[in-house]
């Protein structure tokens, strides 16, 4: 199993939702893969979509994980984990689901997935911002144990408000 290979096992399946958790690999992204998240991202994203060069930097860099999930050969999601040095605390800086794909359970491994990277990393807590419209969002992060802690007026390019949220990792709680 390729997420297997890249240590997610177990961590790759809805526990929450066994009888329609999507039989997914989950592994880093790699280069090849920049087509694919390039269309994810215009298909996910209808504003502060991240440009090609940010991925392709994403992709090569030592402090961002930038994790994918296939069915078969296709990419259908994709999260990006980022930490800073020095700090316990690791970002979910986006996570999409192919619209084809959406309200599968798919977000919910995805998350799962990226708070496994952001503990493996030695990280103890992740967060994450979401628009305050982002009903699927909201209700993946809050139905997983996150707890939101700060609200950024005009955070995002069309002047939206985004909601910060908040997990501590490794406890048990939430997912
Ligand atoms: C947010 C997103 C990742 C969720 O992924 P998903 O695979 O659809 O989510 P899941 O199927 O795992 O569902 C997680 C929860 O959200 C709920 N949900 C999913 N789609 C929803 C929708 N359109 N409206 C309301 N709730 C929704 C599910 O019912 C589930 O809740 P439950 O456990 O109470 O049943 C996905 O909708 C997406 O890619 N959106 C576009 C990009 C985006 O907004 N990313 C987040 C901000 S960076």
Same mark, same amino acid.
Not at 68 to 92: P, Q
Not at 121 to 147: F, K, M, P, T
Not at 157 to 165: L, M, N
């Given at each position: 199993?390729?997420?297997?290979?890249?240590?997610?096992? #177990?961590?790759?399946?809805?526990?929450? =939702?066994?009888?329609?958790?999507? !039989?997914?690999?989950?592994?880093?992204? *790699?280069?090849?893969? +920049?087509?694919? +998240?390039? !269309?994810?991202?215009?298909?996910?994203?209808?504003?502060?979509?991240?440009?090609?060069?940010?991925?392709? =930097?994403?992709?090569?860099?030592? /402090? *961002? /994980?930038?994790?994918?999930?296939?069915?078969?050969?296709?990419?259908?999601?994709?999260?990006?984990?980022?930490?800073?040095?020095? /700090?316990? =605390?690791?970002?979910? /800086?986006? *996570?999409?689901?192919?619209?084809?794909?959406?309200?599968? #359970?798919?977000?919910?491994?995805?998350?799962?997935?990226?708070?496994?990277?952001?503990?493996?990393?030695?990280?103890?807590? +992740?967060?994450?911002?979401?628009?305050?419209?982002?009903?699927?969002? *909201?209700? +993946?992060?809050?139905?997983?144990?996150?707890?939101?802690?700060?609200?950024?007026?005009?955070?995002?390019?069309?002047?939206?408000?985004?909601?910060?949220?908040?997990?501590?990792?490794?406890?048990?709680?939430? #997912?």
């Amino acid at each position: 199993m390729e997420d297997r290979v890249s240590g997610y096992s #177990g961590q790759g399946r809805a526990s929450g =939702h066994p009888a329609r958790a999507p !039989a997914v690999a989950i592994r880093p992204a *790699i280069r090849e893969d +920049l087509d694919a +998240l390039m !269309a994810l991202e215009a298909a996910a994203f209808a504003t502060d979509r991240a440009e090609r060069r940010a991925i392709r =930097h994403a992709i090569g860099s030592p /402090s *961002i /994980s930038l994790l994918v999930a296939l069915d078969e050969a296709v990419l259908v999601g994709a999260a990006t984990i980022e930490r800073r040095r020095g /700090s316990r =605390h690791a970002r979910l /800086s986006s *996570i999409a689901v192919a619209p084809s794909r959406a309200g599968t #359970g798919l977000g919910r491994v995805l998350l799962q997935a990226a708070e496994a990277e952001a503990l493996a990393r030695g990280c103890d807590s +992740l967060r994450l911002e979401v628009r305050e419209d982002n009903g699927a969002g *909201i209700r +993946l992060y809050e139905r997983s144990g996150y707890r939101r802690f700060e609200t950024v007026p005009d955070y995002y390019e069309d002047g939206t408000t985004a909601w910060r949220y908040e997990k501590a990792l490794g406890t048990g709680e939430g #997912g």
